[in-house]
């Protein structure tokens, strides 16, 4: 079942800060976030798994609320280079079929 | 290390045709899983292989199918294309079934 993502869409000021969070309905195994910038593919930002810490990748980071089957990345300071379309994937039930929400597309004006 | 290859990168076919896309993954990498991208749709899960096994299959109709080879390229075979066919085609391999997926570049096909 694909997890739902939110916001749709966020626009900010460079330096501001922006969290996009991901939920499902099943029990998840991890969390996967990718980057999309236009006309590229997805690039990989950072794995959660279930029992793991927060991570991190620059300053960008993400946890995982396994009770609430939730996850949030977290953009700080945010930078012209972190513009694009963000995507969680979930794997979760007894197979590690990677799902991805419908995206979260970020613009960072200067 | 050279990354996902996807070949052809951009395809322009007629309803009714079939169309065969390639992917050759990371050298290492024993899983490969499929992807259809559209706009407002986000990534579409396909299948996905390891070691030449179909492991999961997504919600698509049976004109959709792929495999794997031993020495882990796949490819993805659309049969009697329709104008809704028209997408992004994304392959991602990994080392495992869980690990990270690293995304080739796409093939963009078009149904006319």
């Known amino acids: 079942q694909q997890p739902v993502q939110s916001p749709q869409a966020v626009i900010l000021r460079e330096g501001e800060d922006a969290v996009i969070n991901c939920s499902s309905s099943?029990?998840?195994?991890?969390v996967h976030w990718y980057r999309q910038k236009h006309g590229e593919a997805p690039v990989f930002l950072m794995i959660?798994?279930?029992?793991?810490e927060q991570m991190r990748h620059e300053k960008i980071s993400a946890s995982f609320n396994e009770k609430k089957q939730q996850s949030s990345l977290y953009l700080t300071a945010s930078q012209l280079s972190y513009s694009g379309t963000y995507f969680c994937?979930?794997?979760?039930?007894?197979?590690?079929?990677?799902?991805f929400g419908k995206g979260t597309l970020l613009t960072v004006n200067p | 290390k050279a990354g996902v290859t996807q070949t052809p990168r951009y395809l322009i076919k007629t309803r009714g045709q079939q169309v065969t896309l390639s992917c050759s993954p990371i050298?290492?990498?024993?899983?490969v899983s499929w992807y259809q991208q559209t706009p407002g749709q986000g990534l579409q899960f396909l299948f996905e292989?390891?070691?030449?096994?179909?492991?999961n299959k997504g919600n698509f109709p049976g004109r959709f199918s792929g495999r794997q080879f031993s020495n882990s390229r796949s490819e993805m075979n659309v049969s009697t294309l329709e104008l809704g066919d028209s997408a992004l085609y994304l392959c991602?391999?990994?080392?495992?079934?869980?690990?990270?997926?690293?995304f080739g570049p796409g093939t963009r096909l078009t149904v006319l």
């Open positions: 991602a391999s990994s080392l495992t079934e869980a690990s990270k997926r690293e």
């Open positions: 099943k029990a998840l195994y991890s």
């Open positions: 959660l798994l279930k029992g793991g």
């Open positions: 994937g979930t794997i979760g039930g007894s197979n590690y079929k990677l799902t």
């Open positions: 050298s290492g990498h024993r899983s």
């Open positions: 292989y390891f070691s030449e096994t179909q492991r």
